[in-house]
């Protein structure tokens, strides 16, 4: 099974949750947020697919809405495939992957330090690269571009 | 160019028994010369023997490491002692982008250096922020501590540095034990390069 059947299956599987965006160079498909965590458990643990490893999580403000973005590649199968989830700008929240893939603990306290995004269901959702005493999340648009914090020493 | 006066009088502390005791002598007939002979020897051994604290923040790091290694020849200078404790070090290396999250803790670093003590700032991101004027980097080392001497380069080379101690040096021939502080000097403006 190729790239671009493995989408097509997608599609047929999750209809209309499940929308293929791009087949080429890389498979994106755009996933509704309620469907995240079957979808990303169909694609581990289908023998065909076994997407076993996370590269990346991270988000795109679109300022009207917040695109958090997953990477994921097969080990045996050598292939990649890019999930995107939109979740509102104003309620970004999504189901968090630590319970299928344990390296996402990091990756969503990156995007929630940064973006703001809340993954609910993560064992300890803080801040990891900026001071825990930070204010906003820098990334935004929204994030005014000349604002620093207050030096306190 | 004026000079950069946010951290004056940061430095002026008592001159201590010996520098009360030496300006007494200094108003003895003659006493200029001995004063003027025992500044000269504190100055060059301090001069020859400054270590520098061992840290690193970025990229710069990379280089200032290189300087220490075999084929610069540190030594020359008397700072190849790279110090793990900035009690036992004389001049803080600011190597790196300083970040908002880090410089609380530069700050204390140099804070529990003992006086004497000395900053450098190498390169672009040390000076001034270099390239990153964002959210999360202090724009320059003097923003958190009196800098002596500026090295700019993205980064530097570590020839650049071995100048930057030479000037080093040249400030610390000029102080006295008799003076408080530092005298202020005008920044020398090299035309060295292009
Ligand atoms: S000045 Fe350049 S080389 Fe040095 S820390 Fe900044 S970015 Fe890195």
Known sequence: ???????????????????????????????????????????????????????FITAVDRVDYLEVVYCLRSMSNFRQIMLKVQVPADNPEVPSLTGIWPAAGFDERETYDLLGVRFSGHPDLTRILLPDDWEGHPLRKSYPVDKRPVRTY | MGVDDRWKGYHETDPGPLGNLLTKVADLPGGQVLVGAADA???????????????????CAIEMMSTGAS?????????????????????????????????????????????????????????SGGPFNTYSVVQGMDEIAPVDVYIPGCPPRPEALLYGLMKLQDKIMAESLTRKGVPVLEPVRDRQGA
């Open chain 1, 1 to 55: 099974m190729n790239l671009c059947e493995i989408g097509r299956e997608l599609e047929r599987r999750y209809d209309g949750l499940v929308r293929v965006v791009q087949e080429n160079p890389d498979l994106v498909v755009e996933v509704a947020r309620e469907k995240l965590l079957e979808v990303c458990r169909f694609l581990k643990d289908t023998p065909d697919f076994e997407f076993n490893f996370l590269i």
């Open chain 2, 71 to 127: 084929r610069y020849d540190i030594d020359r200078f008397g700072s190849g002692v790279f110090r793990p404790s900035p009690r036992h070090a004389d001049v803080m290396l600011v190597a790196g982008t300083i970040t908002y999250k880090m410089a609380p803790r530069v700050r204390r670093l140099y804070e529990q250096m003992p006086a004497p003590k000395w900053v450098i700032a190498y390169g672009n991101c040390a000076c």
């Open chain 2, 41 to 59: 020897l504190v100055d060059w051994g301090r001069k020859c023997s400054i270590w520098p604290l061992t840290f690193g923040l970025a990229c």
